[in-house]
């Protein structure tokens, strides 16, 4: 067991906040935990240590310093009191997560930062890692697993502690590379189906459900121990899950876990109830309050949106990704962008009556300050596909005069040559 | 899984029933009525990725993580490069009506889908694939580990079928001691 926890619970008492502090029994981690080298504990770390080099020489870290400094600085304000501790790493992957290792290293994934609608929503659920972080749950759940003989089972099938973090990594991510990560990673699975596999490490590394709730508590009294809105907490679970039911495929829409946060934070109903009594007696932000609170958080991601939302479109899922990008456009700014990406998923998934939805969007697009000059080149290509030959060639001109350095030239070029020739 | 199929894989090869690991130097047959001159020998590393459909095969001279070749040996239209894991995760498609862009766009997703990162495309360029055009362009990728990739490659689309060379190796060394060779063998293909 770990004897140096010390209580932090007084601090809770100074933030005077409308939803009840935690009780003065739970006790938080002491700052700079960590076990003594040969205790039974030093194992976790030592896995959390692997599983932090490992994500360092990602290919998926973002680099841009000021992305990078704005989830510090945020991370830091919910949390002061480990701040000096936690290193910070920002992921490019499209799905909604964050992780908090035991040894301090935090991941905080793009696509957590594309589907928050405000910093208060984006502040609740690092303020929930952070509590899982703070209350040492990860150590609870190894010891739990531990109890049950699943570190055996693992051992048996031969993962060591280092592929076991690797893997916790890879499973907590809901990357939907994680099946082939895992199987070369681990290269464990040589006696179990993929499937049975990577189930059972959901359910390895999985909070339980007490956890769970008690991180969603926590999260939230952080969060707005620091002025951030206790009603974001509910409504950027609501927001997900409603993401999940709009999925093109039933299987998606039934499992709430796949390629989610939700994978390893099982989510129920009553988590969000929970959330939403515990808001209770705040009053909801003004109008002009949560405007002014989206139009500030949106300049903030703004620099990385085209890129992730090409990423986004990647899942090939284009319900989902169109009830995302529909939240997006609910601020009621990038619209050009957004609507070329709109476009995208319709061209992309390419069945009936796609076309024409491809072509509004891309009409729409180019009606906007922001369209980006590909949203020209996809309405030429898609007004040529509907037999508009004029309509193409004006479009596919204005992409040459808006891009003129762009690889395609040559290929738009020739193209142009055709419809002309086609067209005369 | 994979681990285990490239056990069989191998040891099949081993055993001289599976068709030849070994390509020799000369010419290779990139489907029916098309081919492609090679300089050295190459070896079939197919079998290192389970999820190809029947129209790939994959070349290596030094081992699939050095130096590969995808050849797309007449795909046909509603086909991808890979067979979907599952009904919700589709795979990449090539389709009939694709413009020369959606083709690069194709390879470039394909890659994505194997888990190459940040993979891009550059310096489209005209090409030819015997008496049919083609379209020639630069790739830079990563390694989900970080590792800096480089590549060339080739689309055509005859009689409604996609050909494919996509020749894909880490940036520092790799890649520029096969560049020549492997672009002398996208000049040879018809
Ligand atoms: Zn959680």
Known sequence: MIRTVSALALAFCLWGSALAAPAADTVMRSANLRPASGSPEAGLWQASDEAETYAR?????????????????LICKLAPEYCGELRILVM????????????????????LMLRSRTESELAYVLGHEISHFARNHALAQWQRNKTRGNVTLAIQVGVSVVAIAAMASVANSGDFYAPNKIDYIG??????????????????????????????????????????????????????????RASEYPEVRKSLARATIFDTHPLTE?????????????????????????????????????????????????????HLISRLEAVGEDLGLLAYYRGEAYRQRHRDGDLSSALAAYRLSITHADAPAEAWRELGEAESRAGNAPAAIRALETYLTRAPGSEDRWLIESELETLKASHS | MR??????????????????????????????????????????????????????????????????????????????????????????????????????????????????RQVRFAQLRPASFGPDKAIRFDLTARTEDGLNL????????????????????????????????????????H
């Open chain 2, 3 to 116: 681990k285990l199929f490239t056990i069989l894989a191998l040891s099949l090869i081993l055993t001289g029933c599976a068709s030849s690991g070994l390509i020799p130097a000369g010419k290779i047959s990139l489907g029916e009525g098309h081919g492609m001159m090679t300089q050295g020998s190459w070896s079939d590393v197919t079998y290192a990725e389970r999820r190809y459909t029947r129209a790939v095969q994959v070349l290596s001279r030094d081992g699939p993580l050095l130096n590969q070749i995808i050849l797309v040996r007449g795909l046909d239209a509603g086909k991808g490069l890979l067979r979907p894991a599952d009904r919700t995760q589709p795979v990449p498609i090539f389709r009939a009506d694709q413009t020369g862009r959606e083709q690069v766009e194709l390879v470039v997703e394909t890659l994505s889908e194997l888990g190459y």
């Open chain 1, 270 to 322: 009553d988590r969000i109830e929970a959330l939403k009594r515990a808001a209770g007696s705040t009053p909801h932000q003004t109008a002009e309050e949560s405007r002014a609170e989206e139009q500030a958080y949106r300049a903030i991601i703004r620099p990385h949106l085209a890129v992730w939302l090409r990423d986004d479109l990647r899942r090939r899922d284009l319900g989902q990704s169109l």
């Open chain 1, 92 to 111: 490019t992957r499209p799905v909604l997560n964050a992780t908090a290792a035991p040894n301090g290293y935090v991941e905080v994934y793009s696509g």
């Open chain 1, 57 to 73: 020489q990602s290919a998926d870290l973002d680099s841009d310093p000021v992305l990078g400094a704005y989830v510090r600085n």
């Open chain 1, 187 to 244: 290269d464990a699975a040589q006696t179990l189906s993929d499937l049975a596999y990577i189930h059972g490490l959901a359910t390895y590394f999985a909070y339980s459900r007490e956890d769970e709730s008690e991180a969603d508590r926590l999260g939230q009294i952080r969060a707005h121990g620091v002025g951030y809105d206790p009603w974001a907490a509910p409504a950027i679970w609501q927001s997900v899950g409603a993401e999940v």
């Open chain 2, 150 to 189: 480089s590549g060339i490659a080739q689309a055509a689309r005859v009689k409604g079928e996609l050909y494919l060379v996509i020749f894909i190796a880490p940036s520092e060394h790799y890649f520029p001691t096969l560049k020549a060779e492997v672009e002398a063998m996208m000049n040879s293909a």
